[in-house]
């Protein structure tokens, strides 16, 4: 039974573990036990949210095989229906593991006050370290069963509950009465039975806000392979991980002579929707597997682990960050942060997500900041994996302290995402992804999103008595694109052609006003943003919102026709057409010349858009270049009639982002440029943020 000791002798198995290599725990944590409850045990939304809708851990299989699943809605509660015996205030290990026990699968919620280690009894007043490898795995674990929620407490002072020495289960891969497990599930498949049925699944699960380091292996299979994880979800599904923070604690693998500690946060044995948000996980060496194994583990693992990752700072580790199989990976808005020097903080990166057998990810505005790592060297280092079935990156940024050259970085961060595709990176998997995330999220663009995980993410961010961190200050990259994919988009992995060979380019200024949605490239080049933060439609076409960066007297933005209204930063386009960065304001016609503050012909651009309300009525979303009329032809010399880049229809524009890429072939035209967006009479859209970047 788990969380129970044995104290047993450690003993050599087939796996190893041999007691020669026993060896305790070489220091332990300041310990920051409590016995009082500082919120007097009032419950808040820490406790009783469910989980957000904006992750994979929201669905469900609801038929079809590992190639042809579809999917269902679920709500993830964890405990939020507990009934009031259901809901426990734990001060120490054994009543934790009490609580457990009690509820059982039984909808509950616990909260975890101070700091718990199973290597304490007696209150938290005996410590006794863990004997055998045995011990360990049976007495150092807790088992969280189906329908918990599982939160830390802040103390008065801010500081996460926080959870030493002791490894978090969540499911567990049992046999159910067969000779084991691989054996019983086939078994319950072969005599036609659903997969989703199979009785040993562990469901339902919420933790958050908690400190967790990993546990230090007493008794390891070998020099190269400990066994104890910080936290494992393993046959689990409908799980939510929340502003959790995952180190090595007080035992670093700088105090280690071989490898004594396993995994930061495994999903693997069949798992499926999962999500792990806003959390920082560091000090670390192999971090994160998502499925644990190739072909033979295709029987638990085919057409499962559906995982999402938002808001991850991954910080001072070495690789796995994560290493996938078999699953659909979406990961989004992460800051993965290292060196390829000399560490002052944790480990030597040496790669980060590697796309393996089977697996097909989606990597969407990432941020990279790095020492030592050159522009020239990301291809490889911050993503590989050839034998992954699929792989698409948008909106990567990356910033570090030398340039290719080995000059000293100068400005801000550059986008990397061509660098990293396919296109271009001869390491990771050739063929673009085939599916889509179902779920609606906002993907901020990745020097935003950086700054969000800064302030917010892992433990004591969230709750009573939470703290809120500071974020650098970085200028914004030289992209700012919130792309991703969807079926109407025509980009993929190599959408974006930002140049990786030197950062001398990659500063931008603000906008005329700090406080507006809009961000424009210094230059004035081609790089633009909007996240339609005006107070109404009316003030979206002023100077008071955004001013042209060299003209204060001249709006960023002029209607043309149709309809807007900007509410709740979005952008309502009904028969909408207005001009952004247009120098005068006649219509243009065949013969006119263009004026506008954009030096973007003889270059390649990507425009997205991130739709918040899907596109209905009848009719196209269109960005015309250099034209300010309906009429294709009303362009001079250097597009003549071809000035629309993007014309598709409006009933192809789902929730979600969507990317196009064209190239401006006028390389001869001088003259500062300016573009439309427009959506035809009968059509209608809602725009959460839009971008373009050219190079």
């Given at each position: ?417 061509a660098a990293l595709a396919a296109a271009a990176c001869a390491e990771v998997p050739a063929a673009d992804i085939a599916w889509t995330p179902p779920y609606a999220y906002t993907a901020l663009d990745a020097n935003s ?101 060299d003209d204060a007297g001249k709006a960023m933005y002029r209607k043309t026709g149709g309809t807007a209204t900007v509410a709740s930063d979005v952008l309502t386009m009904a028969g909408l057409r207005f001009t952004v ?48 009329s309906t009429s294709n032809s009303n362009s001079s010399s250097p597009h003549g009639s071809n000035s629309r880049v993007v014309d598709v229809a409006i009933g192809t524009l789902t929730v979600g982002t969507h990317s ?36």
């Amino acid at each position: 039974m788990y969380g129970i000791r044995s104290y047993s002798a450690p003993v050599k198995d087939s796996n190893g573990h041999d007691p020669a290599n026993y060896k305790v725990a070489p220091k332990l944590p300041t310990w920051q036990f409590a016995t009082v409850d500082p919120t007097g045990g009032a419950l808040t939304s820490l406790e009783c949210d469910v989980a957000p809708d904006s992750g994979w851990h929201t669905y469900r299989r609801t038929s079809g095989t590992a190639a042809t699943i579809t999917h269902g809605k679920v709500v993830v509660t964890g405990g939020r229906n507990a009934a009031a015996n259901r809901i426990y205030t734990v001060f120490n290990g054994q009543q934790l593991i009490a609580a457990i026990n009690e509820a059982q699968n039984e909808p509950k919620i616990i909260r975890v006050v101070g700091h718990i280690d199973l290597r304490m009894s007696d209150n938290n007043g005996t410590f006794k370290e863990y004997t055998s490898y045995l011990d360990q795995k049976f007495g150092g674990s807790i088992m969280i069963p189906s329908n918990t929620t599982l939160v830390g407490i802040n103390g008065t002072d801010g500081k996460p509950a926080r959870i030493t020495g002791t490894t978090i289960l969540v499911g567990s891969e049992l046999a159910n009465g067969a000779i084991d497990a691989e054996t019983g599930f086939k078994a319950w498949i072969a005599a036609g039975k659903d997969g989703e049925d199979y009785p040993t699944w562990t469901r339902n699960v919420i933790i958050r806000n908690l400190a967790i380091d990993t546990p230090w292996d007493v008794n390891p299979e070998d020099s190269g392979n400990a066994y104890a994880d910080g936290v494992t979800i393993s046959r689990a599904q409908n799980i939510w991980v929340d502003h959790v923070t995952i180190t090595d604690g007080d035992t670093p693998d700088s105090l280690a002579s071989d490898t004594r500690h396993d995994g930061a946060l495994d999903i693997v044995r069949g798992s499926d929707y999962v999500t792990v948000s806003s959390s920082f996980i560091g000090d670390h060496g192999k971090v994160m597997l998502v499925g644990n194994g190739d072909s033979g583990r295709a029987w638990s693992d085919a057409g499962r682990l559906h995982v999402t990752l938002n808001q991850i700072w991954w910080k001072g580790l070495t690789s796995r960050l994560p290493l996938v199989r078999f699953g659909q990976l979406h990961t989004f808005n992460t800051l993965m942060e290292g060196t390829t020097g000399t560490a002052t903080y944790g480990h030597k990166f040496e790669g980060g997500l590697d796309v393996r057998y089977q697996s097909s990810v989606f990597l969407e505005n990432s941020f990279h900041y790095f020492t030592g790592l050159k522009p020239k060297e990301v291809c490889g280092k911050l993503s590989g994996g050839k034998d992954g079935l699929g792989f698409r990156v948008t909106g990567a940024q990356f910033i570090s302290d030398k340039t290719d050259d080995g000059k000293a970085w100068t400005g801000g961060p550059i986008d990397v995402s061509a660098a990293l595709a396919a296109a271009a990176c001869a390491e990771v998997p050739a063929a673009d992804i085939a599916w889509t995330p179902p779920y609606a999220y906002t993907a901020l663009d990745a020097n935003s999103a950086r700054v969000k995980i800064e302030e917010e993410a892992g433990a004591g961010r969230v709750g009573m008595f939470s703290t809120k961190g500071t974020a650098r200050s970085i200028a914004s990259g030289s992209s700012s694109s919130t792309s991703s994919s969807s079926s109407s988009a025509t980009s993929s992995a190599s959408s974006s052609t930002s140049s990786v060979g030197s950062s001398a380019s990659s500063s931008v200024a603000s906008s005329a006003s700090s406080s507006t949605g809009v961000s424009v490239a210094a230059g004035v080049t081609g790089t633009w943003t909007e996240s339609f933060s005006a107070s109404n439609a009316s003030a979206f076409f002023t100077t008071a919102y955004a001013a042209q960066p060299d003209d204060a007297g001249k709006a960023m933005y002029r209607k043309t026709g149709g309809t807007a209204t900007v509410a709740s930063d979005v952008l309502t386009m009904a028969g909408l057409r207005f001009t952004v960065g247009e120098r005068g304001s006649t219509g243009t016609t065949a013969t006119s010349t263009p004026g506008g503050i954009f030096t973007i012909n003889g270059k390649t651009c990507t425009l997205t858009i991130d739709v918040g309300v899907a596109g209905s009525g009848t009719g196209n979303f269109q960005l015309a270049v250099d034209n300010n009329s309906t009429s294709n032809s009303n362009s001079s010399s250097p597009h003549g009639s071809n000035s629309r880049v993007v014309d598709v229809a409006i009933g192809t524009l789902t929730v979600g982002t969507h990317s196009w890429t064209f190239a401006l072939n006028t390389p001869t035209y001088s003259g500062g440029s300016f573009f439309q967006l427009r959506t035809e009479s009968s059509a209608t859209i809602g725009l959460n943020s839009a971008s373009l970047s050219c190079n």
